[in-house]
């Protein structure tokens, strides 16, 4: 519809587009798709070729199905390519997946019976082998003894000669201790002079020959050098050279530098120093290097370094040879002891060595004796082992054949089984993964029929699968399934297969979850693991789900619409890339990781969303709405845990311990399987992994023995458990009474938290009793009733017995007390087919015959239509009672029907009498009390309110709680300044959040009203009320909304709030007394407080009783109130106050003054239409009448059922109304009885058009489609209609004369029914050519076409046309026949009696009539009027002489009496009668003769409405006529009676 709007608000999309029209895939299509994808999976050509066609079957019967599922339920679901796609991609992955744990886990039980076989099979053999061993090792045993005796005693000897020579070592080891001590001492001393030789010998390195020869070369050398050069001349013992003193002594002196520079000059003079016997010095040398040298200042290197550099490293040599010498004197005597030590030690040595070698060869014989016996005594020990390990091993197969024995066959089974299983995926796998890609979004009965479709198809085309397919057996893994059930998922099969879906689809889950249930198991399951919440509304999404996709946190998005934001599209589609090496998702701008432990699911608390394809494709859509065995399982765990807490937690704990038991059995087994599956080799040679396996098996047989108590215990409690049963089923039908009425008004929402509440308070409320049939009777009608009083404080008065018949209705076919096919009949009447059966009877309608004939087809009633005929006089007396759900049906169906079945033949002769029976039916099944609903009661919806629920008031047109609001805010002491109210539009938003914020931190009261005005704020409004919380929020606060039904209203609030309607009360009965409870009469002060007790008491019943009357007028339709006028409280309340007034303050009560005010102001005041004004007025004389309180019994019908009571208290009024019928007869509001009839007929389709609204409707077979229709129904109606008149022509034929205005309004019906015909012409032609795709079909085409279907007139044609309310057929048989009444006028002149009813504008005519005769007598116009006379029933041929004849009315509630020729009472069940012609005459207004008569206003319609002319009158009145009566006028304005120009049919 949208995109049809879109093209129509820009023509050039399709006037300058080419349109390229996608169709459905065609079958060969869906079958190329499915070879080319499956062409790689593993299967026979046969069983692949097989599957293809199931791929595409899945793809067609989804499609049908969805058809169906919108027909029945109005659901939505669309099948595309990509479901298809999907269903392949799925099926492939689900598959190889499913193969391989198969394949794995059949080969782990295969591994480990084979090792259980190879274990058996060694037995025997290893037996055999322990008895060859044993002699062996017996001879082994002997030799290894034999040589132990020979070792001993070599051994002996080898240990005496150890002995002496251990002591000889000893001693040497002395004697070597004595000399290392000696050389230690020396090494010591030496340490000291060592280093600074050490270090001259380096210095004597840095030398080279080229240095020397410098100093050699020297001529003149310095006295340093000298110096050094001596003192090396005499440590080498080179002598001086005597020479003159050169100072001219004439002595002799020895001079050293000659010698020096010969010694310079041998080639291996460094080599000489390098070495140089430093040991062996002669003392004297010594001394004199002492004495000369090193003590002689000058020889110090550093000095010398200053001549020579080259001689420093001869002069650090001189003084550390020096040094060492003196060392080197002190050590010489330590030395010689040492050589001395060290030769004793050398001889000892010696001795030792040859003693050594003795021992050594001693000991190599005993080691060769060692080593043959730890030979002997290895192979001894090997055969100790061999028998050891056969003995283990004998030991363990024992173990695991005794341990896991029990296991083989079970094993062995299961081997077998999943064999088969293997072979049955092809088709399991194939129907799970066409539940996974088609049937999420359908309720539990649609997915259940279409798989048990697919597996019969699976079996016919040889596909292998399981006998009876189970999506929990394919994929479900029990473990997994335990978890989600104790996390929250409900234990139905439906919601186990919703979370295998889950956790099998390739796109993210959208849960259709009215209930929470989903919500709530997310939660659950995914809190350990830091799921986040979040919200479309709230400002920081898109930061919390980047976060989220980073670190793979899970998110819940929850409360989503029917669209979903665009930003998420990359994430459902899961548009990944790599980037940088890691995985990236690109989310509106940002381009961030993508972790592979991310999860995504979404909520919609939509009951019945409609997501597009669009959507729909990119999404894995779930249907999570509850089921009957999953409400009935939570239901029982709600009431056990209140009437037997200790069961209930048993219960609980065992189902924990139950799942734990069976995790740890399942761990174990795998365990055991995997140690079987990895030990290599033989499993008897692996004593860990036996060892495992016992300890494991052990552990096994614990935790079996330990579930088998707790299952039994479990029995135990269950069968405790299920005495509760029967209250969880009927209260679970209860809630699916309620679930359904939103498609009633989108306002009738209620949550399964809200009803569980309630459930609860009834578990604590009612009545107990230790007999628990008792107890459970008492909770079942506590329970029943409380639902129906909460629940019907939430609904409109015209549903009220809707959800009474409801809840019985449910109840009963809960107890197979109602048969189904019964139930469509009583709403629907059967589909109707032309009925060949000739109507017995003139006084049975045709309808009525039709219903009966078809109500024969059911088994119950086979033989009533043939049998109808024999008992006709019977059957006229059920016909013609007053009450005939009363009356006794012909014996033979009164003994054989039940009184629900007795409904359906009152529904096929007396559907006006249904609703009554219907009490009566609610009264026999359920009480009294579920037909009289709780009068609104603001302080009881109060007390059930609290902080965080807001209270909403559901509006009605007319109803404004405002009033009694203020006032209880009053009594609560909340007005004033504690209460703050604001109208919600365009810009109020900010106001109210403000006004909430204070109302929250203070305390005060919060009125926001006219919600529906302010659709753009309720999700502001939706997201308030969910982040209310009783921390954070004043006890005191209170939250109240108004709001006319709408379906914008947020379904959270809705669910969670405390709903109330405010409008009057159905039934006159429960309108009065709503008057007494209602403020200020129920204030005990204010109706004690009139001075003029008795007046006051009998005129206020008075009023509430017409307050009552005139409101319940409504009901009759245009016989009410030609306007149905909103009358409300404020009314009475301002007319109850001016009564206590004016008795106050007058003497006599001033009753005109009190009509005045009450009927022309306070209730007056509302009324736009002078004919309901003169009702008005005439109905309140009735009631503040002085009659009133001049008799002491004033009746207000003339039955005296409905009187004014005597005077007494207010209780005793109160008491008076309540013993009143419920459903009162016309007679008290001035009605015949037939009044009853339309009215109890519209009350009878109303409610049998809302029960279906809450009935899954039957897909009907297909018919005609919607364009041929089309195309019939304009070419019949274009080939009958006729061509316009030519206006031109009729003018020239009927010219405008003075003496006959009659051409004049000829003339302009022509041109105003000219009109009509282009626009019906034009339209259909235009519809024909849209049909084919011509011309677009505009809005108002459409409107055409649609108007057509449903079989009413459409809009354009109304606009031109003359008011009428008949269907279209009749509409066009009526337009055909006005237009031959004037084509016949045309043509043979104007006609003796007019047919009033064919004029457009009527007004038009009568004024030609009197402009005739004004003409004709000369008297202004503005002085006439008609005189009317009521002729006989006969043909005129004749016209009057003035004035003229007209025919073609109609009495509408009332008849015209032929004999008596007066205005009658009706006959019953006839509700218009043909009045015969009637004459008006043209008089002056003067001389009109009076006479009794009743003053009928005539109408076009029966609607007695329309648009409000300039004359004050509508458009729909044309006139007032004065009708020959004998009843007084205020009769028949009671009854509603006046005269129609054309009935509805």
Known sequence: DTFR???????????????????????????????????????????????????????????????????????????????YLELISTYKTLLAKKRSEVQKLKKRYEVGLEKLKSASDQVAGMQIELEKLQPQLKQSSEQVAEMMVVINKESKDVAEQEKVVKADEAVANQQAMAAKAIKDECDADLAVALPILESALSALNTLTANDITMVKAMKAPPAGVKLVMEAICILKGIKSDRIPDPSGSGKKIEDYWGPSKRMLGDMQFLKSLKEFDKDNIQAAMIAKIRSSYTNNPEFDPVKIRTAS??????????????????????????????????????????????????????????????????????????????????????????????GLGGEKDRWSKAAAELGLQYNNLTGDVLISAGVVAYLGAFTSAYRQEQTLEWSKLCKTRAIPCSPAFSLNTTLGEPVKVREWNIAGLPTD??????????????????????????????????????????????????????????????????????????????????????????????????????????????????????????????????????????????????????????????????????????????????????????????ILEDETAIEVLSSSKVLSNEITEKQAIAEATEEKIDKARLGYQPIAIHSSVLFFSIADLANIEPMYQYSLSWFVNLFINSIDNSEKSDNLELRLTSLQNHFTYSLY???????????????????????????????????????????????????????????????????????????????????????????????????????????????????????????????????????????????????????????????????????????????????????????????????????????????????????????????????????????????????????????????????????????????????????????????????PISDPEFFGACKKPREWKRLLFSLCFFHAVIQERRKFGPLGWNIPYEYNETDLRISVRQLQMFLDEYEVVPFAALRYLTGQCNYGGRVTDDWDRRALTCILNKFYNPELIEKDQYNYSASGVYICPPDGDYDRYLEYVRSLPINPHPEVFGMHANADITKDQQETNQL?????????????????????????????????????????????????????????????????????????????????????????????????????????????????????LKPLGSYVNDLLTRLKFLQDWFDRGPPSVYWVSGFFFTQAFLTGAQQNYARKYRIPIDLLGFDFDVLEDKEYRKDPDDGVYIKGLYVDGARWDRKTKLLAESNPKVLTDPMPVIWLKPCKRDDIPNRQTYLAPIYKTSDRRGTLSTTGHSTNFVIGMKIPTDKPEQHWIQEGVALLCQLDD
């Open 5 to 83: 709007t879109r093209l129509r608000m820009f023509p050039s999309l399709v006037n300058c587009c080419t349109i390229d029209w996608f169709q459905s895939w065609p079958d060969d299509a869906l079958t190329i798709v499915a070879r080319r994808f499956l062409d790689d999976v593993e299967l026979d050509d046969k069983v692949k070729e097989g599957c293809v066609q199931m791929c595409k079957e899945f793809h067609q019967t989804t499609r049908k199905l969805s058809a169906k599922f919108r027909t029945v339920l109005q659901r939505h679901n669309y099948v595309t390519p990509t479901s």
């Open 1248 to 1364: 049998f058009d809302s029960i279906l609204l809450t009935q899954a409707r039957s897909s009907s077979g297909t018919g005609k489609s919607n364009d041929e229709i089309l195309e019939e129904v304009a070419s019949d109606i274009l080939t009958r209609l006729p061509s316009t008149f030519d206006t031109e022509f009729a003018l020239r034929k009927y010219p405008t004369a003075y003496n006959q205005s009659m051409n004049t309004v000829l003339v302009q019906e022509m041109v105003r029914y000219n009109r009509l015909i282009q626009v019906v012409n034009s339209s259909l032609v235009s519809i024909r050519k849209a049909i084919k795709g011509l011309v677009v079909m505009s809005a108002e085409l459409e409107e055409v076409s649609d108007s057509i279907l449903k079989g009413k007139i459409p809009a354009m044609w109304k606009k031109r046309s003359y008011p009428s």
């Open 789 to 1079: 009083c909460n629940v019907c404080r939430s609904l409109f008065e015209k549903d009220k017995l809707l959800f009474s018949l409801l809840l019985c209705i449910n109840l009963l076919k809960h107890r197979k007390e109602i048969n189904e096919d019964e139930w469509k009949f009583l709403l629907t009447g059967g589909i109707g087919l032309d009925n060949p059966n000739p109507n017995p009877a003139s006084w049975i309608p045709e309808k009525s015959w039709n219903e009966l004939c078809r109500l024969d087809d059911l088994p119950c009633f086979s033989g009533v239509k043939s049998k109808f005929k024999r008992d006709l006089v019977d059957w006229k007396v059920f016909y013609d009672s007053t009450e005939p759900h009363h009356e006794k049906l012909p014996p033979e169906w009164e003994k054989k029907l039940s009184i629900f079945q007795k409904m359906l033949v009152l529904r096929c002769l007396r559907p006006d009498k249904i609703v009554p029976m219907i009490q009566d039916f609610v009264v026999a099944k359920l009480g009294k009390q579920f037909i009289e609903p709780p009068p609104f009661n603001l302080a009881k919806a109060f007390e059930d309110s609290q902080c965080c629920a807001p209270l909403i008031f559901v509006l009605s047109p007319g109803g404004d709680p405002m009033a009694a609001l203020l006032k209880f805010a009053d009594d609560r002491g909340f007005g004033g300044a504690k209460l703050s109210s604001l109208s919600l539009g365009q810009g109020q938003g900010p106001i109210a959040m403000r006004m909430i914020e204070s109302g929250q931190k203070e305390g005060t009261w919060v009125v926001l009203q006219n919600c529906h005005l302010a659709v753009s704020w309720m999700p502001t409004l939706e997201k308030i009320c969910e982040e209310l919380n009783p921390d954070a929020t004043h006890p005191e606060f209170r939250m109240w909304l108004t709001s006319y039904p709408s379906p914008h209203f947020p379904v959270s609030v809705l669910q969670n709030g405390v709903k109330m309607t405010n409008e009057p009360p159905k039934g006159l009965k429960a309108n009065i007394i709503r008057s007494y409870l209602g403020d």
């Open 309 to 402: 550099t080259a001689v420093e490293g001869l002069c650090k040599w001189v003084c550390a040879i020096e040094k060492y010498e003196e060392v080197a004197r002190v050590v010489a005597p330590k030395k010689a002891r040492l050589k001395e030590a060290e030769g004793e030690l050398a001889v000892a040595m010696k001795s030792l060595e040859i003693k050594r070698a003795s021992l050594k060869e001693v000991q190599d014989k005993l080691a060769k004796l060692q080593a043959q016996f730890d030979e002997n005594n290895r192979k001894k020990l090997q055969l100790e082992h061999d028998v050891d390990l056969c003995s283990k091993k004998l030991s363990r197969a024992e173990k695991l054949i005794g």
């Open 493 to 682: 099969s439906f919601s186990i297969e919703n979370g295998i879906v889950i956790s099998n689809a390739r796109r993210w889950p959208l849960m259709i979850d009215p209930q929470g249930q989903a919500n709530k198991w997310v939660k659950n399951m995914e809190k350990a693991k830091n799921l986040h919440v979040i919200k479309l509304t709230d400002s920081d999404f898109v930061r919390t789900l980047e976060n989220c996709i980073q670190f793979g946190t899970p998110v819940l998005l929850e409360n989503i619409g029917e669209e979903l934001d665009p930003i998420l599209e990359p994430l459902l589609l899961k548009q990944t890339f790599k980037q940088g090496g890691s995985i990236c998702i690109k989310l509106g701008d940002s381009t961030i990781e993508y972790s592979k432990d991310f999860r995504f699911y979404m909520t919609t608390k939509l009951r019945n969303p409609h997501y597009l394809p669009e959507t729909s494709v990119k999404v894995t859509l779930l249907n999570f709405m509850i089921t009957t065995e999953g409400l009935q399982d939570q239901l029982l765990g709600i009431v056990v845990a209140r009437e037997r807490p200790e069961l209930e937690e048993e219960k609980n704990q065992l189902i924990l311990q139950s799942s734990e038991n069976k995790r740890a059995l399942k761990e174990i087994e795998d365990k055991i399987l995997e140690v079987l599956s990895s030990s290599e080799g033989n």
